[in-house]
Nanobody
Framework: QVQVVESGGGLVQPGGSLRLSCVAS????????????MGWYRQAPGKERELVAL????????YKDSVEGRFTISRDPDKDTAIFLQMNSLKPEDTALYYC?????????WGKGTLVTVSP
């Protein structure tokens, strides 16, 4: 069973930075439960969950337009199923519950989220 755990959220002032971490365990290499891509999503109060950034197994990254240039997704070089989201120049509109998703052939696995609040 794949499990996903996020950490690193918190309260930060506008213009500040945070680094989120996500660790997925239980990936089975060579099976339909092998984790390939991983991504960060967020959900603000009263809004739909949206994709923030996605990184493929090969390291290619895609970003939501509004975070391009401010956020950077990366993989842990020492653990293939761990990723980070470096968030710089944070804005109040970045306030949301941030979720990590691990993608396998069988299904997607979600963490419980970590809260990011950007406020003076």
């Amino acid at each position: 069973q794949v499990q996903v755990v996020e950490s690193g959220g918190g309260l930060v002032q506008p213009g500040g930075s945070l680094r989120l971490s996500c660790v997925a365990s239980g990936s089975i290499s060579g099976s339909i439960f092998e984790i390939s891509h991983m991504g960060w999503y967020r959900q603000a109060p009263g809004k739909e969950r949206e994709l923030v950034a996605l990184i493929t197994h090969g390291g290619h990254a895609n970003y939501k337009d509004s975070v391009e240039g401010r956020f950077t997704i990366s993989r842990d070089p020492d653990k293939d199923t761990a990723i980070f989201l470096q968030m710089n120049s944070l804005k109040p509109e970045d306030t949301a519950l941030y979720y990590c998703k691990a993608i396998t052939v069988a299904r997607d696995y979600w963490g419980k989220g970590t809260l990011v609040t950007v406020s003076p």
